[in-house]
């Protein structure tokens, strides 16, 4: 899900522009150390692959749109700081060609869907491989699947800790039943990720690497990634 154009003040959107643009810098570093002008075309399929699952906007309860990112599938395949860029790239082309998101919540939203979800997804998944006994107990297809439902359960945290962010900042309505309703909103949204959206985004996650795995396409995109990078 991420935050409509006009919810966001001034204040908060030039803060997370702040935040973003380091971290967006970062990444263009990171990737320029690791890969080589050959990897291009990997980054551009991800930024296409990511494009089009922005272009479906899940309906709910809520004015605020359902989406799948696959941020922690596309960290698992590429690393964290590649799955930021393509998807803030995705999430830039989505506000030109579709609308929805626009200058002053781009940066939020590329902190919740892109940031949070592909670091997030990453750290779980890293962590769980890191330790020898849960990679030989657990299917490297589940590891991935809770990966990625995490990923969007942080996802949608951050996204309300945003939204009690703006209550605490602006009065937002002369309504004494705003907070209230706000309070509510935030509920749902975290019980579509719960139940639903999480589950959508894990089962995307784990069947995906699942596929790449058994059909050795993903041991052939790790070989031409590993001679793309940058010895």
């Not at 004015?63 to 799955?83: D, Q």
């Not at 949070?116 to 330790?131: L, Q």
């Not at 605490?168 to 975290?190: N, Q, Y």
Request: aromatic share 12%; net charge positive.
């Amino acid at each position: 899900m991420y935050i409509p154009d006009d919810f966001l003040g001034t204040k908060i959107s030039l803060a997370f522009y702040a935040l973003m643009i380091p971290l967006w810098a970062m990444a263009i570093i990171r990737i320029k150390e690791k890969y080589k002008y050959d990897s291009i075309p990997i980054i551009i399929l991800g930024t296409a692959f990511s494009f089009t699952l922005l272009m479906f906007d899940l309906p709910f309860l809520l004015e605020i749109p359902g989406t799948i990112t696959c941020g922690a599938l596309l960290s698992i395949l590429l690393g964290p700081w590649t799955s930021l860029i393509i998807i803030s790239a995705a999430l830039a082309l989505k506000g030109i060609f579709i609308g929805g998101i626009g200058i002053t919540s781009f940066a939020a939203n590329s902190f919740i869907i892109a940031f949070v979800t592909s670091f997030g997804g990453y750290y779980i998944y890293s962590r769980v491989m890191h330790s020898e006994t849960l990679r030989t107990i657990y299917p490297k297809a589940l590891i991935a699947s809770i990966s990625g439902y995490f990923s969007s359960i942080f996802s949608v945290i951050a996204m309300i800790l945003i939204f009690k962010l703006q209550l605490i900042l602006s009065a937002l309505s002369d309504s004494p039943d705003f907070p209230i309703i706000l309070r509510k909103s935030m509920a749902v949204i975290l019980a579509e990720h719960l139940l639903i959206l999480g589950i959508i985004e894990g089962l995307i996650t784990g069947l995906v690497l699942s596929y790449l795995t058994l059909n050795g396409y993903l041991a052939d995109l790790l070989v031409k990634n590993k001679k793309l990078i940058s010895n």
